[in-house]
């Protein structure tokens, strides 16, 4: 009696063991059922396609900053970034150039910290204002002071970059991502950001219309 017991009990772990096992499979084929074969991250915050919601944010003069703000503008340039990080101070003059030539073509830049200025203090207001005046910033430089808009938009990184294209449904996100291929200008084989201007301008979409952001994380307190 003892032994058929034991048996019984033996056989139903097995069933168990099989059938976790089975589970296991049905979810890793699910979660990595990509042309890549790797596992598909969650995505949050804006898409290609989405409609961004506008903003108004402080800028470094004291004004307070919108995409309403620009009636004849074709569209945006919405990079994240900041003072601290090492990424988004090399592509400050990359920024400024790319501004005075694509803001003249209905696409200006405008730039938004989304650091909390408590874990990084360089990031601060006072900070932004006399980086924005040290290299004559020639775009808005506006604070996320709540830090409400970089988590609607998906930010991770500075610098993160999201093209919107006005249309009759509201501003489009066109374009996510980095701005070229190299923290170092001299090695840059691949502009994603004028690339992506430039077809919207003829009326094409960007191809790639998405490239993977790199730089330093956004700095914000873990919520428990």
């Known amino acids: 009696m003892l032994e058929r017991g034991i048996f019984i009990l033996l056989a ?14 049905k979810e890793t084929v699910t979660t990595e059922n990509t042309k890549e074969g790797v596992q598909k991250p969650i995505v949050k915050g804006y898409q290609v396609g989405d409609v961004a919601e506008d903003f108004k944010l402080k ?3 004291g004004n307070f900053v919108s995409m309403a703000d620009f009636p ?7 990079v994240f970034t900041c003072n601290h990080c090492p990424y988004s101070i090399a592509y400050e003059d ?21 650091n909390d200025p408590a874990i990084v ?21 506006l604070i996320d002071e ?17 093209v919107v294209n006005k249309t009759d449904e509201g501003n489009k996100v066109a374009y996510i991502g980095a701005i070229d291929d190299s923290k170092n200008m001299a090695k840059v084989t691949q502009s994603y ?14 191809e790639p219309n998405f490239t993977k952001a790199f730089g330093c994380s956004v700095k914000a307190e873990k919520k428990s």
């Open 94 to 114: 990359r920024l400024i150039e790319l501004d005075e030539k694509y803001k003249t073509l209905g696409y200006p830049v405008i730039a938004i910290n989304p």
């Open 12 to 25: 139903l772990a097995l069933t168990i063991a099989c059938t976790n096992e089975e589970a296991v499979t």
């Open 59 to 61: 800028n470094v003069d």
């Open 72 to 78: 004849d503008a074709k569209g945006f340039v919405i």
């Open 146 to 162: 709540e830090q409400k808009i970089y988590p609607k938009y998906g930010a991770t990184k500075t610098p993160h970059v999201y």
């Open 121 to 141: 203090p360089e990031d601060s207001y006072e900070n932004m204002i006399l980086r924005a005046q040290e290299k004559e910033f020639t775009f808005p430089y």
């Open 193 to 206: 950001l004028v690339d992506a201007l430039d077809a919207l301008l003829k009326g094409e979409k960007p």
